[in-house]
């Protein structure tokens, strides 16, 4: 009895670019306004959309969806990533920013602390437990943290990103969360004892 050799199925759809051709564009994206994240790498030949729908390319600067709806069009610029223009057919333009890969676990320290929204009138703390991130709300509200770009968190679908003061230290953080955009968390400074 003969057995055909198998053979792993080609992906013909959209066209394919030398890596060199798209490296600047491959990295870590957030959105403008709502914080989502965007990853893109390169995988055989194509610009891969790490975590979300798959990318058909067009052309070495437009992508779309596989239905062809949804389009995304890569900025290059001479130095660094530009940014990416997204819209899908009959709707605005949402904008996505080019931001740094997660920071190492070891670096985690840094966001822990003690914080409060005036906005909100809500206290949180910042821990770090078995090297994870962990947002705490009282009475007793825990969400572990999921690093997704440098100083930017997944909580559970919402978003958090940490915001640093002029010499690099976190100062406090923003969360957005469906139509809450970017509810400031201020860094509470430990208070010291004073003598009448």
Do not use: C, Q
């Not at 792993?8 to 306004?33: C, E, K, N, W």
């Not at 949402?94 to 931001?99: A, E, G, W």
């Not at 985690?108 to 005036?118: P, Q, V």
């Amino acid at each position: 009895v003969y057995k055909a050799p198998v053979t792993a199925a080609r992906d013909t759809i959209g066209m394919s670019f030398p890596a060199a051709r798209v490296a600047p564009v491959i990295g870590y994206y957030r959105h403008s306004l709502t914080d989502e994240p965007l990853h893109l790498a390169y995988m055989v030949g194509r610009i891969v959309n790490v975590d979300g729908p798959r990318l058909v390319g067009m052309s070495e600067r437009h992508y779309t969806s596989v239905s062809g709806r949804t389009h995304f069009e890569l900025e290059a610029l001479r130095t660094g990533r530009g940014r990416i223009r997204t819209w899908v057919d009959g709707s605005d333009t949402t904008l996505y920013v080019p931001v740094d890969a997660p920071l190492p676990a070891a670096s985690f320290g840094e966001y822990a602390g003690s914080f409060y929204s005036e906005e909100a009138d809500v206290a949180a703390s910042i821990l770090v437990e078995n090297g994870k991130v962990v947002l705490f709300e009282r009475p007793s509200d825990r969400v572990a943290l999921s690093p997704i770009y440098a100083d930017g968190f997944n909580a559970d679908g919402s978003y958090v990103k940490f915001v640093r003061d002029s010499d690099g230290h976190v100062n406090g953080f923003l969360v957005t969360s469906g139509r809450a955009r970017n509810v400031r968390f201020d860094r509470v400074k430990a208070r010291t004892a004073t003598r009448p």
